[in-house]
């Protein structure tokens, strides 16, 4: 469950499909991660099992502010995660919630300060947590940015994260753990609050 609750940690962000050829300096892509407004859109996460290959796909939609982040699963079983500063709430389909808070898991305090690292925008704080190879694609001009934990408890259950994004939003995200398995996100419809009122749950 902790595992779970670390990789949803990590989704979140502005995000869209491409409008244009953008040649990202590491700086710009810097900037996309650290999204000034909140900024709604529609999520697929393809979780893939490394020992038979097999692929579980759920979508939804999400919320990103600098207060919090919403997570909606909605397909195939409902589900909510709400990410705060040092704290994630998770409430399943029957209501029931669950709390894991920084303050009682030194391990999440850590994986909070990286993904802080992540959104900040702060490229020294980005490189004091991990190992960072980033470059862009010629054709289509999208950004890559790979990210290997330094922390060496981290590194045991995840190998990498890579982000893909061009100059407005993130378009896409993937995890890949020690074991194998790997977990996409593909992100799309993304609307900042100049763009939508509000964040709307869709049915």
Same mark, same amino acid.
């Given at each position: 469950?902790? /595992?779970? #609750?670390?990789? !949803? ?5 502005s995000?869209?499909?491409? /409008? ?5 300096? *590491?700086?710009e892509a810097?900037?996309? #991660?650290?999204a000034e407004?909140?900024?709604?859109g529609?999520?697929v996460?393809?979780?893939?099992i490394?020992a038979n290959g097999?692929t #579980? ?10 207060? /919090?982040i ?10 909510t995660v709400?990410?705060?500063q040092?704290k ?5 389909s029957?209501?029931k ?6 303050? +009682?898991?030194? @391990?999440?305090e ?7 690292s992540l959104?900040?925008?702060n490229r $020294?704080e980005l ?5 960072v190879? *980033?470059f ?10 790979k990210?290997?934990p330094?922390?060496s408890?981290?590194? %045991? ?5 890579? #982000? ?5 939003? @993130?378009? %896409?995200m993937e995890?890949?753990q ?6 996409l ?5 993304? +609307?900042? !609050?100049t %763009? $939508?009122s509000? *964040?709307? !749950?869709?049915p």
């Amino acid at each position: 469950m902790k /595992k779970i #609750l670390f990789l !949803s940690l990590i989704a979140f962000s502005s995000l869209i499909l491409p /409008k244009r050829i953008f040649a990202a300096t *590491f700086e710009e892509a810097c900037s996309v #991660l650290s999204a000034e407004t909140p900024v709604t859109g529609d999520f697929v996460q393809k979780r893939t099992i490394a020992a038979n290959g097999r692929t #579980l796909k759920s979508s939804g939609v999400f919320t990103v502010s600098k207060e /919090k982040i919403v997570w909606q699963t909605q397909k195939p079983v409902k589900n909510t995660v709400t990410i705060t500063q040092g704290k994630i709430q998770t409430t399943d389909s029957k209501g029931k919630t669950t709390v894991l808070d920084s303050q +009682q898991n030194q @391990m999440f305090e850590l994986i909070s300060k990286m993904m802080g690292s992540l959104f900040s925008g702060n490229r $020294a704080e980005l490189e004091e947590y991990f190992y960072v190879d *980033f470059f862009t694609d010629d054709e289509t001009g999208l950004w890559n940015m790979k990210l290997s934990p330094k922390d060496s408890t981290v590194s %045991q259950a995840i190998n990498f994260i890579r #982000l893909c994004g061009n100059d407005t939003f @993130m378009v %896409q995200m993937e995890t890949v753990q020690s074991s194998g398995d790997s977990i996409l996100y593909e992100f799309t419809n993304a +609307q900042t !609050s100049t %763009q $939508a009122s509000g *964040f709307v !749950s869709r049915p």
